[in-house]
């Protein structure tokens, strides 16, 4: 850690009001819905379509950076956009922070603390590799975050993503045992909601949301279950991750740019 104060990163930290407010936003059956930003003006388009909250997506944020998903970013470069977003909007800003970019908890919790966002995502698979990281070191790794910003005073949302459907580890029965489990353990260790990314199927996120002692964020994937629908099952929160920023640079950029090398008129589509 720097010799930062604790005072210093408490007061750049994002309020505790705003933090308090973003957390009760996780309501079961009343979904906090989150379509993933990507930088300060898309950040702004969400605030001002009326969301409560701006969530960013590590894989968007990361390709207009330059680089690909995977903590392949430098972290400066991350940790600069995250301060950039949350300067843009009056709303709290949770990030995807991947695994921390192998960063240690303490000093993990006091430059994110620097960017004043009010929550991020913590994985539990190598985002490089792929592979599964043992439960239990995980579930450490998360509680030293938890007692670092306690003790630098600061409180951010924790969303514990876990990877066992995303990454297909084991049975599909297997997937949700060893979701639930790591679900259990991540509450435990003082995250606030789980976020089983990859899971779809109905049946399996109401198991989910019975098994899991708390909050749970789903993918919005591509659009099999309406946000009415998941609100139905329990669900929490709802995410999008890089698929509206793929999708408006697929379909709208690529025609956009198409039309302009053939003569045509962009503006005309």
Not at 12 to 33: T, Y
Not at 148 to 153: I, M, Y
């Amino acid at each position: 850690m720097s010799d930062m104060s604790r005072s210093t990163v408490s007061d750049a930290a994002a309020p505790l009001e705003k933090v308090a407010g973003l957390r009760g936003l996780h309501v079961p059956g009343a979904p906090l819905v989150l379509p993933n930003a990507w930088d300060a003006a898309s950040a702004r388009m969400v605030e001002a379509a009326g969301f409560p909250a701006v969530a960013t997506s590590s894989a968007a944020t990361a390709a207009v950076l330059g680089h690909d998903d995977g903590e392949r970013a430098p972290v400066d470069e991350v940790l600069a956009a995250a301060g950039r977003i949350v300067r843009a909007v009056r709303v709290p800003v949770t990030v995807d922070f991947e695994r921390g970019y192998g960063l240690a908890p303490a000093e993990l919790v006091e430059r994110f603390a620097e960017t004043g966002a009010a929550g991020l995502n913590l994985e539990d698979s190598h985002p490089a590799r792929g592979d599964m990281i043992d439960a239990a070191e995980q579930a450490d790794f998360l509680s030293a975050v938890r007692d670092a910003a306690v003790s630098l005073g600061v409180d951010l949302v924790i969303n514990a993503r876990t990877d066992s459907f995303l990454r297909r580890a084991g049975t599909p029965e297997e997937q949700l045992a060893s979701t639930l489990d790591r679900g259990a353990r991540y509450l435990a260790a003082g995250a606030d909601c789980v976020y089983p990314i990859g899971a779809g199927d109905p049946d399996v996120i109401r198991a989910l949301v019975e098994g899991v002692p708390g909050p749970v964020n789903v993918g919005y994937g591509g659009g099999r279950l309406t946000p009415a629908e998941l609100a139905a099952l329990g669900v929490a929160r709802v995410s999008f991750g890089p698929a509206l920023q793929r999708h408006l640079y697929g379909t709208f950029g690529s025609a956009m740019f198409s039309a302009v090398a053939s003569g045509r008129d962009p503006f005309s589509l």
